[in-house]
């Protein structure tokens, strides 16, 4: 059975640092078709996509709202994919997610972790 | 790409058969999926490539488009599917853009 465990997230103040972790299992992790993503939801607001790191951890991705302070990596022998989050601002308060991207289902997000939420906040 | 989503919301009854609509700012050929949320639940992928079923998804949900217009049917609302709906274009994978959702509720 194919799971994404997140861990880490809390409330930390405006300017501050945070690293979320996801671990997966039920799936060769560093199969070519995998690459993983990491996506937000801010307190009832809709899905907004932050980062994406492809299989090799070669070929990464931010969104501009995150662009120079968030950093993505994974770590191949330990399944697992990382957001390293600095210069915390109180926009980017919201429930992440990481999500596995499938290519072969033309990049859709089949698998989901069960979200972990940062508060920025003085 | 800006992502467009219509109704913002919907009320509906058990057994009827409602269509969300979604628009892309410009083409994006087929590359559009769907996905299912619930409150205080992670998204769940019911369509992918604008027409193709997940596996596991029910067949009463279905996907079509193509272009910069799509759609999702529900033919037969069950009370599980009350929920908020989102698409999604990977045209420009790896970088993605959801739409901002339609809320379905009970009538």
């Known amino acids: 059975e194919v799971q994404l465990v997140q861990s880490g997230g809390g409330l930390v103040k405006p300017g501050e640092s945070l690293r979320l972790s996801c671990a997966a299992s039920g799936f060769t992790f560093s199969f070519s078709t995998y690459n993983m993503n990491w996506v937000r939801q801010a307190p009832g607001k809709g899905l907004e996509w932050v980062s994406s790191?492809?299989?090799?951890?070669?070929?990464?991705h931010y969104a501009d709202s995150v662009k120079g302070r968030f950093t993505i990596s994974r770590d191949n022998a330990k399944n697992s994919v990382y957001l390293q989050m600095d210069n915390l601002r109180a926009e980017d308060t919201a429930i992440y997610f990481c999500?596995?991207?499938?290519?072969?289902?033309?990049?859709?997000?089949?698998?989901w972790g069960q979200g972990t939420l940062v508060t920025v906040s003085s | 790409i800006q992502m467009t989503q219509s109704p913002s919301s919907l009320s509906a009854s058990v057994g009827d058969k409602i269509t969300l609509t979604c628009r892309a700012g410009?083409?994006?050929?087929?590359?559009l999926n769907w996905y299912q949320q619930k409150p205080g639940k992670a998204p769940k992928l019911l369509i992918y490539a604008a027409s193709s079923l997940q596996s596991g998804v029910p067949s009463r949900f279905s996907g079509r488009g193509s272009g910069t217009d799509f759609t999702l049917t529900i033919s037969g609302l069950q009370p599980e599917d009350f929920a908020t709906y989102y698409c999604q274009q990977s045209y420009t994978t790896p970088i993605f853009t959801f739409g901002p959702g339609t809320n379905v509720d009970i009538k």
């Open positions: 410009q083409s994006i050929a087929t590359y």
């Open positions: 999500a596995r991207e499938e290519e072969g289902l033309y990049g859709a997000q089949d698998y």
């Open positions: 790191i492809a299989y090799s951890g070669d070929n990464i």
